[in-house]
């Protein structure tokens, strides 16, 4: 799914089914919805990304359970869920696909570095995957976009 071509050709799934999506970013910092829109005819299914970088961004913006990040921290799966549900419903999206994660040098959350979550939120509910990603602080992120958008395409094929 790392290809132009792969995502060009998610986006033509997502219109062809007649369906949105929403993403709610933190360790992707914008670069999940940028591969989408960077797809000419993006713009009638992407309705719009929300980067919760900070973590009260991801309780004020989003809705994430404040007592859920005071317990756990920004980067954990439920977390990647209300991210989801979250951007799902305040952009009206029919999909909500988030990223929480830790992507170094150094620890900035407590989680380990390459530690990262994505979640879809749809019409049949919320997947969310756990993944252990190595190298630089921009693999990382790369891979977790990846990432993402493959758990997207699962979801899509599933429905």
Do not use: N, W
Not at 17 to 44: D, F, I, N
Not at 128 to 133: G, K, S, V, Y
């Amino acid at each position: 799914m790392a290809g132009r071509a792969a995502v060009a050709g998610l986006v033509a799934a997502l219109a062809a089914g007649g369906v949105t999506v929403a993403t709610a970013e933190s360790v992707t910092g914008g670069r999940l919805v940028a591969a989408l829109t960077a797809v000419p005819g993006s713009s009638a299914v992407v309705r719009g990304a929300v980067v919760a970088y900070a973590t009260d961004v991801k309780s004020s913006a989003l809705g994430v359970d404040p007592a859920l990040l005071a317990e756990h921290g920004p980067v954990c799966a439920s977390v990647a869920e209300q991210m989801a549900r979250g951007v799902q419903g305040l952009l009206g999206a029919t999909y909500g696909v988030a990223t929480t994660g830790e992507s170094g040098p150094a620890p900035a959350s407590g989680s380990p570095v390459g530690i990262v979550f994505v979640s879809v939120a749809g019409t049949r509910g919320a997947v969310t995957r756990e993944m252990h990603l190595g190298g630089s602080r921009e693999e990382i992120q790369s891979a977790a976009v990846v990432g993402a958008l493959e758990l997207l395409a699962e979801v899509l094929a599933d429905t």
